[in-house]
């Protein structure tokens, strides 16, 4: 069974740079052809893709945070992170980790519990 | 940028049919998949690829795509499916809908 887990500090503040783990167990993030990928949902909102890591390395992220993302691999701990710089209380957010399937179709069939960053001074 | 739209909310009663739509150009073109959230909770896809099933989820959830709509189908909907439901698909960059709330009165 294939499990994620956020993890990070839940209180940022202004202009500094958020920075979140996600922990994978049940399946290997370098061995399998899987992307990995960060998703968030501000509060009382609908979910927003913020960007994926594929098993290789390569990124990809959304156009409009695409400045201050970076998203990477751990693989020796099988974990993957986000890192967003230069935040704002705009960037409020539960925010989940999660793995593309390896169907045909980019579709997201694990899920993290999400974890709650909040950016205020 | 691609666009996806959702009603806002869906009531239906106990046992009765509930269909939600998701609305994008030439979305039939595209596959969809479907989340359900329910409150404090992470989302789990209960559609993929337009119309699987992920393992686990009930027979009683369906998805259809056609034209520029996709349709998530809850047949004999229970109480416990009282959620949020989000489409998404793939466009250059994933595309999310803005979710539906779906009420069992």
């Known amino acids: 069974q294939v499990q994620l887990q956020e993890s990070g500090p839940g209180l940022v503040r202004p202009s500094q740079t958020l920075s979140l783990t996600c922990s994978v167990s049940g399946a290997s993030i370098s061995g399998d052809s899987y992307y990995w990928s960060w998703i968030r949902q501000h509060p009382g909102k609908g979910l927003e893709w913020i960007g994926y890591i594929y098993y290789s390395g390569s990124t990809y992220y959304k156009q409009s945070l695409k400045s201050r993302i970076i998203i990477s691999l751990d693989t020796s701990k099988n974990q993957f992170s986000l890192n967003l710089s230069s935040v704002t209380a705009a960037d409020t957010a539960v925010y989940y980790c999660?793995?593309?399937?390896?169907?045909?179709?980019?579709?997201?069939?694990?899920w993290g519990q999400g974890t709650l960053v909040t950016v205020s001074s | 940028s691609y666009e996806l739209t959702q009603p806002p909310s869906v009531s239906v009663s106990p046992g009765q049919t509930a269909s939600i739509t998701c609305s994008g150009n030439k979305l039939e073109d595209k596959y969809v998949c479907w989340y359900q959230q329910k409150a404090g909770q992470s989302p789990v896809m209960v559609i993929y690829?337009?119309?699987k099933r992920p393992s686990g989820i009930p027979e009683r959830f369906s998805g259809s795509n056609s034209g520029n709509t996709a349709t998530l189908t809850i047949s004999g909907t229970q109480a416990l499916d009282e959620a949020d439901y989000y489409c998404?698909?793939?466009?250059?960059?994933?595309?999310f809908g803005g979710g539906t709330k779906l009420t069992v009165l």
């Open positions: 998404q698909t793939w466009d250059s960059s994933v595309v």
């Open positions: 690829q337009d119309k």
């Open positions: 999660a793995r593309v399937g390896s169907g045909a179709d980019v579709s997201f069939d694990y």
